[in-house]
Each structure stands twice: as structure tokens, then as C-alpha cells.
């Protein structure tokens, strides 16, 4: 394992090995609460952050990586039957439409349409918090059959625990499918909102960013060139019987053509040229309005990156019909030419430009990435039809030749610095294949210090790639597998691959005089190349992680449904000492989650997290009233073997004898028998359930409901463990 030691206030960030057949790119996802996602041919990879370094006894303890050894994978192959949605319909009070259901997949293409499609992954992404149980988030995985299925965890059966380094540790199980949409997956549609039920192909999805109330959206569009925005609310059963999805209102709240001022170009055609995207959609940061918010979504076209203006007026009711508006034409739009895959990534900030509020951000043709600034107050663009000869975008630039064959597979969107602006956001890319010869494999405009300890430049993943691509042997041993073989497709052949194999991951230079008598070490060659399938960053910015696959440069490599060898890569950025204390507030100002703080902390350079990172906890003045009105509750409490008093000892309670009880973060109760108390997954610590407290106290019930949240711990506000 490779450890990042930018900066010595982080953690070792430690990369980690995954057998894995990837299919598509952009499939590593960081959740709003830095759990990491990857997508495979037929499988998803999940993983939980690890934050047992910090105790709630305040000790710290060892970690050995940043990620909890116990990861969920779970197939995502599986035709779902329209029933599925079901419940979606008896909530809304819609009568659920009867159709012909071909299983496998649906929309007008010669594979799908007919049902024939493999259902591989396609591409993958986490919602906001607040839809999933204890307010986690769910994640959206689009598969070959043009089906966008939505994954939660279910009710827990109380078990879903394990300990971990002597406290409990939060597990994966259940997962289960709580709805989906296309491929015979239909949705209820508001009133007055007029649709026609079809058995839909989708192509891309994207979730909007958090709208800081009870809805989300979510827009998504099929091979009709159409764009569906839907919101989503759903309401979770502490009592609910294991596996149970919770309630869900879905619903589709409008529906616009978004084809582009450019004609579909007939396949025949000397000057065609492939396009589509399924990662085409990419939503704005919002402009908060009162109650309202109002945000940018960018779809991509042909030869055309298009910008749609949204609005939602937000309720504080729960489960209620939302409020959406969606202009009527384009914001704005720009002409370019456009490869497969093109992309699009948002900085998250809005700026005030002469009055104005815009929003800026790049497009990844994907040869190349070209900076954009769209105006929130803008007016209408005219996107008159033309060809796309008039704009000059039939053919690709000179300068996108160069790297056409190499796309770009991860962008990324720095922080921005509030007091350094420039007119382009600081970025960082890498691209599919990464070898010795490709120096365009990595790309970034941030300044880069130089590593102290081994002074090499960049994040510590890109450091990784580079020793692996650069390490080389001499011809006579690179290729002595073959010349001893004779027969490359013999099962000695295998054998020797196999080890030879095992050999170059390891990265060792051969050292003077280790058998080389006799060999030419003047001709080395490289005998590893990368391929890069997807970057992230982590919630607040501070991390990157890297998936991917590595290769022999000297014989063929055997793809299997085995897996191929595969490694997620991780790196801090160092922003230097005069940026940091600007992340801190800007960090600080952002809403992240408990969990994203504190991974922003142990790893990414942020700020201290309250409740786990500091000894001493200073209770917050609504906090203190809460435990002084428990105060007299808490006098009368006696240990439930001796009958003596109990005293109260910083987190704990004990009595006479010596026997010690764990106390309620929210109220500082003694916790006297189990089952009636939560986990923090953050902090460790332990807080009463809201029904015991009420049957405790049942005179101060109004208080309790009001004042004390079902999912969050009272010392550090993360999120239970179940």
C-alpha cells in the first residue's frame, strides 16, 4: 500500500486492490457522506468509511486504512418487473397502468428494444442526503437495458452492526431496490403534467444538487432526445419489519425536447459523426430565493451543450406535491464539436459578476475541456436550427486531434479561491490510457508543490500511476516468458504470465549484478500501462480517489469474468499553508455531514469536526437546557444490579460498586439495558431512542419529539449506526 504524506496533519491515505471486469468509465462515486461506490460489468463495489481513529473514550486507536475491510457488492443485472412500482402508484392514488412488459429493455434500439440487452452497468451516482434511511443517501445505477434502478438500505433487523477495533462498526446489509424508472419501470405524473406512458430507453441521469428540503430532483433522459425531470421524497419506519424500502413519492414533474439546434445526421453521410453521452446531464449549484431555488441543468446534444433554467419552491411538508418550473427554451447553449461521452462539471460556487449571478464550469468534448460562465439572470438563447457546418463544429479542431484517441474519463472542479479569482476554475483531468509514452495522461491547473519525501509532483495517486507506467526491464527479461515458452497460447505460457505478472505490480528495480551476466541493460522496456476508468472528489474537496485497471505492455492480456486486476488510488491536495486556512472557512461555511467533515479532517486537510475531534465538548446552549431539564430524571436513576445511586463521570455512569453505564449523548441518562439506545457511526457515541425517552418522561414528550432527532447523534450530529 501506498500512503499520501502531503501533509503531515492528514492520515495516510492508503490505496487498496479490487478484483473487478470494469465496463464503462465514470464509475467511482463519492456519496454526500464519503462513502465510495464503483461500478463493475455486473456488480457494484461499496464502501464505508472508517472513523474508529477517534473513540468516544477520546483514546485514539490504530487504523489500518481509510475504508472498512467488510464492503457490499451487489449484483445490478436483474430485470425488474413493472411491479415494482407499484407502491409509487397507490401512494399517489394513480391507477397503475396495465401495458405489455418485454423483460430486458425497451426505447427504439435494435439491441434493447427486443429485449436482448446484457443489463451490464452503465453508469452509476449517489442522490443528496435525506432519502435514504437514518438521511443517507441512495444510489441511482443505470444498466445496459436502459434502466435507472434506485438502491437503499432497508429497515434493519437491529443486527446490522459488527465490532470493529472494540466498537461497533456500521455493515452494508440489507440493500435492497426500492424503485426504478424505464425499461417497463413507469412513474406516476402530477396533476395537470400530461404524459404518455412508453417503455422508455434511458440514456443518462444526473441528481440535482441538495435542496435543503424534504424533495430532491432527479433528470434523466432517453434515446428520444427528451429530458425528464422527477422529484423524489421518501418517509422511513423506525418500526418498520426488516428489508422494508420505506415510503416513496416519485413523480414526474415535467418533460421537455431537448435535441439541440443541430439535425441528426444519417449514418451514410461522409461528414457523420457518432455522438450521445451517458453522462450528458450535470445540474448547477442553486440560487437560493426565499423558498425557492433555482438551478442551471446542461444536457448534451449533437455538437451542442444546451442550458436549461429550473425552479422548485420548496414546502416544509413532507410527501407533498412539489413545485416545478422549468423554462421554456434554453439559458444558453454553446456549439462545439463533440465526441462520445462529452461531459460536463460545475464549480460549486455561484459569483456576483457586475450585478450578475453566474455559474461557471468545463466541458470535456471529451479530447479536451473548454471553460464556460452561464448568467442565472440571463435571457432566452435562440437556438434557430442550423447545420452544424454553419457554426464550423462538423469536423473536430487541430488541437483536438492529438488526444481524440485518449478521452477524458475524470474532471474534477477545485474549491475556488475567494481571494485569487481567475477566469478559468482550477481543474484537474486524467484520461483513459496512461503509458510511458502519453504524457497528457494527467492534467491540471493548480499550482503543484513538490512532494518532500520522494520529490515527485502532484497528488500521491498520480505518483502511483507514474512508478507504475515507468518501470521497465531489460528486453532480454521482459520478454523471457515468450522465449522460453515458444508457444504463447500454452498453459506454461499462462504460468509464467502469472508470475511474471505478480512481479512487475511490485514496482522493484532489479538491482546491479541479479543475474544480469550476459544481458544488454542498455534496451529496457516498459512493461506496464494504465488504464484510468474514473476520478472523484471527496464531499468537501480535499481527496481524490482513482480506479484502475493495470496491464502488461508485453503480452495479451486475459479479460475474464475473474476480474482484472484493479486498485483504487487515493491523493490529498496541498493547497499550501496560506490556502488552508481559507478551505477551513470555506469548509466551514458549506453543509456538509458530520461523516464528510470529519473524513475532510482526518484526511483532507479540513477543519476540526465538534463532538470528535476536540477533548472537550462544549455543549451548545439549547443542549444544556435539554440535559438540565433531564437533570432530575437523571438523580432518580440506580444501577440496575446493586440498587445504589449512580454518579456521573464525564461519558459514563457508575455506581458504588464500581458498575459503569454508558450515558445518553442527547440527555447524560445512564443507558441501563440494551436495545434501547443508537449507535453514532462517527463519534461511537450512545443516545436513548425517542420512545424509551418518552416512556422515561412522558411529561416532557413535547420536548423529546422536538428537540431530539431520530437519525443524529446529540454529541456530534452523524448519523446512527442503524
Given at each position: 500500500m501506498a500512503s499520501d504524506n502531503h501533509n503531515k496533519d492528514n492520515l495516510p491515505l492508503d490505496s487498496f486492490s479490487l478484483t473487478a471486469v470494469p465496463a464503462s468509465t465514470h464509475n467511482i462515486v463519492w456519496s454526500p457522506d464519503a462513502e465510495l461506490a464503483i461500478g463493475c460489468d455486473d456488480c457494484v463495489f461499496i464502501f464505508i468509511p472508517e472513523y474508529s481513529v477517534v473513540s468516544p473514550d477520546g483514546l485514539d486507536r490504530p487504523v489500518d486504512r481509510q475504508y472498512n475491510e467488510a464492503a457490499l457488492r451487489f449484483p445490478s443485472v436483474e430485470h425488474r418487473s413493472p411491479e415494482l412500482n407499484r407502491p409509487l402508484f397507490d401512494l399517489a392514488g394513480q391507477e397503475f397502468p396495465e401495458f405489455q412488459?418485454?423483460?430486458?429493455?425497451?426505447?427504439?434500439?435494435?439491441?434493447?428494444?427486443?429485449?436482448?440487452?446484457?443489463?451490464?452497468?452503465?453508469?452509476?451516482?449517489?442522490?443528496?442526503?435525506?432519502?435514504?434511511?437514518?438521511?443517507?443517501?441512495?444510489?441511482?445505477v443505470l444498466t445496459g437495458a436502459g434502466a435507472l434502478t434506485i438502491y437503499c438500505e432497508g429497515a434493519s433487523d437491529g443486527m446490522n452492526a459488527s465490532k470493529l477495533l472494540g466498537r461497533n462498526s456500521r455493515t452494508l446489509s440489507p440493500w435492497v431496490a426500492a424503485w426504478?424508472?424505464?425499461?417497463?419501470?413507469?412513474?406516476?405524473?402530477?396533476?395537470?403534467?400530461?404524459?404518455?406512458?412508453?417503455n422508455e430507453y434511458i440514456t443518462s441521469f444526473a441528481w440535482a444538487r441538495d435542496t435543503n428540503g424534504p424533495t430532491a430532483l432527479l433528470a434523466y433522459t432517453n434515446d428520444e432526445d427528451e429530458i425528464v425531470i422527477v422529484s423524489v421524497q421518501s418517509k422511513h419506519d423506525s418500526e418498520a419489519t426488516p428489508g422494508d424500502c420505506g415510503q416513496w413519492r416519485v413523480e414526474e414533474v415535467a418533460r421537455f425536447v431537448a435535441e439541440g439546434p443541430h439535425p441528426r445526421s444519417d449514418p451514410s453521410d461522409p461528414d457523420y459523426?457518432?455522438?450521445?453521452?451517458?453522462?450528458?446531464?450535470?445540474?448547477?449549484?442553486?440560487?437560493?430565493?426565499?423558498?425557492?431555488?433555482?438551478?442551471?441543468?446542461?444536457?448534451?446534444?449533437?455538437?451542442?451543450?444546451?442550458?436549461r433554467r429550473i425552479s422548485i419552491y420548496l414546502s416544509n411538508k413532507n410527501m407533498t406535491k412539489p413545485?416545478?418550473?422549468?423554462?421554456?427554451?434554453?439559458?444558453?447553449?454553446?456549439?462545439?464539436?463533440?465526441?462520445?461521452?462529452?461531459?460536463?462539471?460545475?464549480?460549486?460556487?455561484?459569483?456576483?459578476?457586475?450585478?450578475s449571478k453566474v455559474c461557471r464550469g468545463m466541458i470535456a468534448t471529451p479530447a479536451k475541456v473548454q471553460a464556460f460562465q452561464v448568467s442565472f439572470d440571463g435571457s432566452s438563447r435562440d437556438t434557430t436550427p442550423h447545420s452544424t457546418n454553419e457554426c464550423s463544429t462538423t469536423y473536430p479542431t487541430p488541437d483536438d486531434v492529438s488526444t481524440a484517441q485518449n478521452p477524458i474519463t475524470g474532471l474534477l472542479i477545485h474549491p475556488p479561491s475567494l481571494s485569487q479569482t481567475k477566469s478559468t476554475p482550477s481543474y484537474s483531468l486524467v484520461r483513459l490510457s496512461a503509458t510511458h509514452e502519453n504524457d497528457a495522461w494527467y492534467q491540471t491547473n493548480l499550482p503543484l508543490p513538490t512532494n518532500p519525501e520522494d520529490d515527485s509532483v502532484g497528488p500521491r495517486w498520480a505518483t502511483e500511476i507514474n512508478q507504475l507506467i515507468e518501470h521497465h526491464l531489460?528486453?532480454?527479461?521482459?520478454?523471457q516468458h515468450v522465449a522460453d515458452d515458444g508457444d504463447l497460447e500454452s498453459e506454461g505460457r499462462e504460468e509464467d504470465g502469472d508470475e511474471m505478472d505478480a512481479y512487475s505490480s511490485d514496482g522493484d528495480e532489479l538491482?546491479?549484478?541479479?543475474?544480469?551476466?550476459?544481458?544488454?541493460?542498455?534496451?529496457?522496456?516498459?512493461i506496464n500501462r494504465v488504464r484510468i476508468w474514473g476520478m472523484a472528489a471527496s464531499p468537501g474537496g480535499g481527496v481524490a480517489a482513482v480506479f484502475i485497471s493495470q496491464h502488461s505492455t508485453n503480452w495479451y492480456g486475459r479479460d475474464t469474468y475473474a476480474g482484472s486486476k484493479c486498485r483504487v488510488l487515493f491523493g490529498a491536495y496541498d493547497h499550501g499553508v496560506d490556502r488552508k486556512k481559507e478551505i477551513h472557512l470555506a469548509l466551514a461555511v458549506r453543509k456538509?455531514?458530520?461523516?464528510?467533515r470529519m473524513w475532510e479532517w482526518m484526511y483532507g486537510g479540513g477543519p476540526p469536526v465538534a463532538g470528535v475531534s476536540t477533548s472537550v465538548v462544549q455543549d451548545s446552549k439549547k443542549r444544556s437546557m435539554l440535559k438540565h431539564d433531564?437533570?432530575?430524571?437523571?438523580?432518580?436513576?440506580?444501577?440496575?444490579?446493586?440498587?445504589?445511586?449512580?454518579?456521573?463521570?464525564?461519558?459514563?455512569?457508575r455506581c458504588g460498586k464500581g458498575h459503569v453505564f454508558a450515558t445518553c449523548a442527547n440527555t447524560n441518562l445512564p443507558i441501563l439495558a440494551p436495545g434501547v439506545s443508537r449507535a453514532c457511526g462517527v463519534c461511537g457515541s450512545k443516545c436513548l431512542k425517542r420512545d424509551d425517552l418518552v416512556v422515561m418522561a412522558p411529561q416532557l414528550q413535547k420536548l423529546i419529539m422536538d428537540e431530539i432527532s431520530a437519525e443524529h447523534c446529540g454529541r456530534c450530529i452523524g448519523k446512527f449506526i442503524n
Open positions: 412488459f418485454i423483460p430486458g429493455g425497451g426505447g427504439s434500439g435494435t439491441v434493447a428494444s427486443q429485449g436482448s440487452s446484457m443489463n451490464h452497468l452503465v453508469a452509476l451516482e449517489w442522490s443528496p442526503c435525506g432519502l435514504g434511511r437514518m438521511n443517507r443517501s441512495v444510489l441511482a426504478g424508472i424505464g425499461s417497463g419501470l413507469l412513474l406516476p405524473v402530477v396533476k395537470g403534467h400530461e404524459a404518455e406512458y412508453t459523426s457518432p455522438s450521445g453521452s451517458s453522462f450528458s446531464l450535470s445540474w448547477s449549484p442553486w440560487l437560493k430565493k426565499g423558498n425557492s431555488r433555482t438551478g442551471i441543468l446542461s444536457y448534451v446534444a449533437k455538437n451542442y451543450v444546451g442550458f413545485d416545478v418550473k422549468v423554462s421554456e427554451v434554453d439559458t444558453d447553449g454553446v456549439c462545439l464539436f463533440l465526441a462520445p461521452d462529452a461531459f460536463v462539471a460545475w464549480e460549486d460556487l455561484i459569483w456576483t459578476i457586475a450585478g531489460p528486453r532480454a527479461l521482459a520478454y538491482e546491479p549484478g541479479d543475474g544480469l551476466a550476459g544481458i544488454d541493460t542498455e534496451d529496457q522496456v516498459h456538509l455531514s458530520t461523516e464528510a433531564f437533570a432530575l430524571i437523571n438523580r432518580e436513576q440506580v444501577c440496575p444490579f446493586c440498587d445504589l445511586p449512580l454518579d456521573l463521570e464525564d461519558k459514563s455512569s
